[in-house]
């Protein structure tokens, strides 16, 4: 999903310690320059999938982040909305939502059609995604977390999203994030992302690094929770647990972080929240019941709560919106809807058509959902829906009002600049 690109050298950079040398390292590491005055330290942690729902009722650093807050997430996934946290911009502006989008000019997958005229059950299978995903993340440079989810017999009309790691500079195509903004006032920060550590990890070398180093601001993107909640969104006691160890080890960076700068701001915010799945349906099914001809006539991507169709025939177009306007757990998303929601692309690239699931729904079978994989939880709703809410918890109040997870990003800017 995203390239592991080596640590720039520039006059700021320092040598690698010889466990990051090894393939351990921190993201980009930086340290003050002669003559340039201490900033004020900012540490940020962003949570994957913690939703305001998750923590509201839940002691979490309640006593050492009293600002707390939900935050209205974007439409989709973590591919989406993350890029809208780091850069306050749409999707529509920064071109990130969800991964995999229409480009049979551009796709890097072009070389799977010399193995188009293989039959289906030799072509889509576990193995050969498998492969195509080993391949993904070791040749084509699509990044740790690539996976196939589209069907190899389609992968060559679509491009991948995430080819650039997103939390270094140039990451985002379309819009400046905040590591740009960084580098650009050549602020010295470290980043930690699943790129080169677990979670365990992240929070532990972080500690150190706080204790030890000379950085201004500390950006920690832990990964985990998103797992866990996918997997036992309706246990509430393992949630707590595994929840209250999170707890112990940020009260413990936030009290290293104060011991360096007793003015030091810590935030932990999450990218979108986690519903509990209690219903599915079929909507493959019903769709290829109808009989039209995959990518003749149409292309369909099936996400675990989104399918995005393209037409290629009108009396598939007409069939298909008939279909999917009779589904009662879901809807088509009008113009005005993607407009106001950011993710009206003029030229169709994420489908020409959006259909979403209600809260608590889910596909049976989809491109994203392996067979055999029954969440507890899932992301990707209508983000009305209260468990979409993402949250911002500060030991500081923000300069300005938050109410999206775009309003982050100006948050973190004025604490940077
Ligand atoms: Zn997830």
Redesign the pocket.
Known sequence: MRLLSLPQTNETSVQAPAAERRGKTAGALRVPQEGIPQRKLLVFVLI??LGWQIIKDRPFLNDELPVRMPLKTVLG??SGAIPTLLTGRKPVETGHWNLFYYDPQGSPFKWLRWFSVLPEWALDNRLVRKLIKELGRRLLGMGPLFECSVSPRLLPLFNYLEKLNIYRKGGISGASSIFDLLESHKIPYKSYTYHQFSDAEILRQARADIQSGRESVYFLYLCEV??LL?RNRTQETLISQRLSWYERELREIFVCALKRDRNATMTVASDHG?APVHSSYDLVGRIARLGFKIPQQYLAVYDSTMARYWFFDSAARAAIIAELKATACGRVLTDAELNSLGILFPDRRYGELVFLLNPGWLFTRSDFNGGGWNPAGM?GYDPSDPNSDAIFLSNRTPPLPLNTIADIYPCLAAAVS
């Open positions: 994957d999938a996934y973590s998103d797992g996918h986690m992301h």
